[in-house]
């Protein structure tokens, strides 16, 4: 199932359905979320491909369908990449990426995670990313700031795409003007690595645009909270809930920035 913002008498959501729940109790059990995700992939003893879906993953399932009880059994809609929308109507929509970073996951390399990220009638209002291999937490809340393991981050301040170390998706057609560039692999924890200073920009080569607002949503509230910015290369809005959009999301670490990485992605320099 699936829908748009604009099927919602709201700019995200239909009418509420349950109260009003504050930014530390979504924290919270967003954080559950996590938790149960964590131990039911405890459980799986193959995390290769294996579902009737070209790149799903049997953890992606099962991680959702541990995600998926917790959110829905505290009150809150789901938007997710495995399942799609449930319970749109409620107050609060989690828009949840059970595992960001499947095939990492697959061949043992420690950058995949869960993420997560409450969206209210505002827009997205509190975030979790969590590396699901190393225990890392990145957490925003609207207005309150982000931090790395309950420290705040802030941005690296870089402003000329030749001096920037750039996270990709996709492969590079050619050298796009930056310092270097890293291919990781997941890009929730990218885009966060953005927010804290490990990167200076990240950029989604692909083409056509391959991202779901579960990659990146919960991201890019850590990333505005921290200070950095973010847009959609092809100037789409980043934040609805349409299970079937894709999107390019560009983020760096400074508008001047943004705007070399944005003017490198449009002239193709870098873009296959």
């Not at 609207?142 to 990709?168: F, K, M, N, Q």
């Not at 949503?217 to 959009?245: M, R």
Request: aromatic content about 4%; some cysteine.
């Amino acid at each position: 199932m699936t829908a748009t913002a604009a099927e919602a008498t709201g700019p995200f959501r239909g009418p509420g359905t349950v109260p009003e729940v504050g930014d530390d109790d979504l924290l919270e059990v967003l954080g559950a979320a996590v938790e149960a995700v964590r131990s039911a992939l405890g459980t799986v003893t193959d995390w290769r491909p294996g579902t009737e879906r070209v790149g799903q993953y049997r953890i992606d399932l099962v991680a959702d369908d541990a995600a998926l009880g917790v959110l829905t059994a505290a009150g809150l809609g789901v938007l997710s990449e495995e399942s799609g929308l449930h319970q749109p109507n409620r107050e609060v929509v989690v828009v949840v990426d059970p595992v960001d970073g499947s095939t990492n996951a697959s061949l043992g390399i420690p950058w995949y995670a869960t993420s997560l990220c409450a969206v209210d009638e505002g827009g997205p209002r509190v975030a979790l990313v969590v590396n699901l291999a190393t225990g890392e937490r990145f957490e925003a809340v609207r207005g309150g700031g982000a931090r790395r393991d309950g420290v705040t981050v802030r941005p690296s301040g870089c402003t000329d795409l030749a001096d920037a170390v750039i996270g990709l998706s996709g492969a590079p057609a050619g050298h796009g003007g930056w310092r270097q560039y890293r291919a990781l692999g997941a890009v929730a924890l990218d885009l966060c690595s953005v927010a804290c200073g490990r990167l200076d920009a990240y950029a989604d080569l692909t083409s056509p645009s391959a991202h779901g607002v579960w990659d990146y949503l919960a991201a890019l509230l850590v990333c505005e909270e921290a200070g950095a910015v973010v847009t959609d290369a092809g100037g789409q809005p980043l934040v609805h809930l349409d299970h079937g959009a894709r999107r390019s999301p560009v983020a760096a670490a400074t508008p001047a920035l943004l705007d070399g990485v944005v003017r490198m992605w449009g002239a193709g320099g870098a873009h296959p």
